[in-house]
């Protein structure tokens, strides 16, 4: 496993530093991120040591051998292969491996070479056969398939041609295929940007079996805090190195910024004083040496910034209206398209004041859903009753589409803001990441993620008493969605919402409802009287009173003319499919899990402390040994399964 180093980086884009002296190393096992308010060159520094660009001076080192993959932010787009194959390109460095390998095979059954060139071939056989071996590489169809659909893929997708994935799946392609390439170095600049939160949840639990060194950007902080545990802070050019996960990173930067604001308060009062002092002695004959050198006092301070990441901003609701005690009830609420049924026989009753997050896998329906209770979609079976006096505020990504015209941003919010709100305006445009010059963009020239944010906002500052919002926190950093959150806990309105950030749907939701797709197509419905935490425990528990069901349940065996029924075997053929897929996958985890311990291993051997030490290298080398039947014996039971898979299929 291989290392990158950074030492004293230093980049300037005009006037501005970028970076300053920064110095940071990525080993195996290590799990960073960097973090800094939207423009403060995160992304550029993840260019730098992804070797895209150049540094202006300082070093970056890759260990000999060492092989980076690097996710950015967006921007990829793949066509013309299907799916299947795009993925194996992430094997490239692999088939170049064994096409040297079939070589070297091809030159030994020459028997016109000697014998110490045939010693050498072999050795050198032996050593491409092995890298081959570790890196899964005759493994690859299952690998591909296991990660695809661990991030949202579905089987039926592998065969379609790349070019028909719409933006936010070409990024899922691209995560995957870093993932695949199985690298020393993972750099990912939001990789969880496009993901819903069951592929969040797949991706954590991948990292955590990752055994090279990690660094990312993300502005989802629970999964910061499950997968990082060091935190590298970009501000104003200078890379600061904080201990621990985000939270701890916040926390020990929130008393830093204490003193900051004492030291920064102290300053402008001196500053103050000495512009006083200059208006009152500038044009005094007498006193103008001294207001000169105030004057170079001045120029010559160094100002103490507030990190813009890290300023207290809130915004303030206008007062809703008065509620009635049930904002909304739906009773056999249906939603078909063609053929196929979304919703069916859906009852729902939310009180006022509730905060209810919908959650479920993509597909199920949940934004149909919201569309429907919104009033934008109309097209449905059943009834929908709002409260007496309910004026409601739908926000979607669709949103984004309806804004265009030559007004510019902050002209826009004059023009929708109550007259108490105007004065706090460039504030609360500043929090949804609008600011400096920002704020006198037309809105036309904005791109769709600005659109998303300012017409989120524009929603907020209505009068209104429910709140309708689909994935309200896309496309805010975490400072941002930190604004939101504390406005919408204050709110004393009734929301209802989607999203795919935890920490935002655990800190919010009081009320949960599932949409679950079921065999008829229709998504099922269940509620539960707790917020996202609670939920997750329930369905949790739940899944592990079903594990042991299985062996309780045996005996009690179905009717005959029941067994024989042909509906009845179809799903019986159905169970066992998902049973042995269950089982492959497992299998899978645990040879990656051996994979990773034999590379630790390895790696272990590599040091000087304990390839020098007699009897570590030999309990090192009976490790690895142990290490090596295993995978052997795991690979086995992988193959038993995948031809088990292969015939349930038929």
């Not at 939207?38 to 895209?52: H, Q, R, V, Y």
């Not at 201990?243 to 916040?250: K, Q």
């Not at 229709?522 to 079903?546: P, T």
């Amino acid at each position: 496993m291989g290392f990158l180093q950074f030492s004293k980086v230093s980049l300037a884009f005009g006037d501005r530093d970028i970076l300053k002296d920064a110095s940071l190393r990525i080993a195996p096992g290590t799990r960073a991120c960097l973090a800094g308010a939207n423009g403060s060159g995160k992304s550029t520094m993840m260019k730098i040591m992804a070797g895209e660009i150049s540094a202006d001076s300082g070093e970056r080192a890759l260990q000999k051998g060492a092989r980076v993959s690097y996710l950015p932010q967006s921007g990829i787009v793949h066509k013309g292969e299907r799916l299947r194959d795009e993925a194996e390109k992430a094997f490239a460095a692999m088939k170049a491996l064994e096409a040297e390998a079939q070589q070297i095979a091809a030159r030994l059954s020459d028997s016109s070479e000697d014998g110490g060139a045939v010693s050498a071939l072999l050795r050198d056989h032996q050593a491409l056969q092995e890298r081959l071996e570790d890196s899964g590489y005759h493994r690859r169809e299952a690998r591909i398939q296991s990660v695809l659909l661990g991030l949202g893929f579905g089987s039926g997708d592998l065969d379609r041609d790349v070019g028909e994935f719409s933006g936010g799946w070409q990024m899922r392609i691209a995560l995957a295929k870093a993932l695949l390439e199985r690298p020393d170095i993972l750099l990912l600049d939001e990789p969880t940007n496009y993901l819903d939160i069951e592929a969040r949840a797949w991706l954590q639990k991948w990292l955590e079996k990752f055994p090279g060194g990690c660094l990312l950007v993300s502005h989802d902080r629970y999964f910061l805090d499950a997968t990082v545990n060091e935190v590298y802070e970009i501000f104003q050019g200078t890379l600061t190195r904080y201990a621990g996960n985000y939270s701890a990173y916040e926390v020990a930067r929130r008393a830093e910024l204490e003193s900051l604001l004492r030291r920064h308060a102290e300053q402008q009062e001196e500053i103050a004083k000495t512009e006083a002092l200059i208006r009152r002695f500038r044009y005094k004959a007498s006193k103008a040496a001294f207001a000169q050198e105030l004057v170079k006092r001045l120029e010559k301070m160094e100002r103490i910034e507030i990190p813009e990441n890290l300023k207290k901003i809130s915004i303030a609701f206008p007062p809703p209206p008065r509620s009635p005690r049930v904002a909304l009830e739906i009773a056999g609420l249906g939603k078909s398209y063609g053929a196929r049924k979304v919703l069916s026989a859906l009852d729902l009753s939310v009180d006022s004041g509730e905060r209810l997050v919908v959650a479920g896998a993509n597909g199920a329906g949940k934004s149909t859903l919201l569309r429907i209770l919104s009033g934008a979609d109309r097209d449905f079976q059943g009834s929908l009753k709002l409260g007496a006096g309910i004026s409601v505020g739908y926000f979607s990504q669709d949103a984004a589409e309806a804004l265009c015209g030559d007004e510019q941003v902050l002209e826009f919010m004059e023009a929708r803001a109550g007259f108490d709100q105007i004065p706090r305006l460039r504030d609360m445009l500043g929090a949804f990441l609008f600011r400096g010059d920002d704020v006198h963009k037309p809105v036309r020239v904005l791109s769709g993620g600005e659109k998303s944010r300012l017409a989120l906002l524009a929603m907020l500052l209505r009068p209104l008493n429910l709140l309708i919002l689909d994935e309200p926190t896309n496309h805010l950093d975490l400072h941002s969605k930190d604004v939101l959150l504390d406005a919408l806990s204050r709110f004393q309105g009734t929301i209802l919402f989607v999203s795919h950030d935890r920490a935002f749907m655990e800190a919010l939701s009081t009320k949960t409802l599932e949409l679950s797709a079921r065999e008829s197509g229709a998504a099922r419905a269940r509620l539960f009287y707790g917020n996202y935490a609670y939920y997750l425990e329930k369905i949790s528990a739940d899944e592990g009173a079903g594990e042991r069901a299985p062996e309780e349940s045996a005996p009690k065996a179905a009717p005959k003319a029941q067994a024989q029924d042909s509906r009845s075997q179809g799903k019986q053929a159905k169970n066992e499919l998902r049973r042995l897929e269950r089982l492959e996958a497992r299998a899978i985890e645990e040879i990656d899990e051996i994979e990773a311990r034999k590379a630790g291993i390895e790696a272990e051997l590599s040091r000087a402390e304990v390839y020098s030490n007699g009897e570590k290298a030999k309990a090192a080398k009976k490790a690895l040994e142990d290490c090596a039947l295993a995978l052997a014996e795991k690979t086995r039971e992988w193959e038993a399964l995948l031809a088990q898979l292969e015939a349930a299929r038929l």
